[in-house]
């Protein structure tokens, strides 16, 4: 690595406050020097400041801690690949009545779940269905 800043500033140009390892992250962006001095609002706190997630963000990185809607839905789907822990989280999810009002706005997932209600019903008739136990209330 060619250290900070990467644009040829000396260490004295450095933002004060600004820890080295936002300074190591940000050097990766092309324009470092200008982005440093403008950082974002903690979600917090509600003051301007850099963290080393910020910074990761700010240069493209993914980073460990989600913060945006978008990236606590991935982490989310991310968690539920597995079909059987999906359809358990969505149960308890839809167990929340302001959480089912709100994603059977979503025309899509409506139509989902009616198909789905369908589909029981039909495997009921059958006689086959199966005990999963995870439709329960608490």
Known sequence: ??????????????????SFEVHRILASAPDA??????????ERTGRREWSGDAAKRAAGW?????????????????LALDEQMAAQAACDLLHRPEVAFRAMRDRQARELVNQAQFDQADLAEEGGEEEWGGGERR
């Open 62 to 78: 993914s980073t460990a801690t989600p913060a945006t809607v978008e990236e606590k839905v991935e982490a989310i789907r991310d």
């Open 1 to 18: 690595m060619g250290g900070w800043p990467r644009d040829g500033r000396t260490k004295d140009q450095r933002q004060e406050g600004v």
């Open 33 to 42: 020097y200008e982005l440093i001095q403008h950082p974002p609002a903690n």
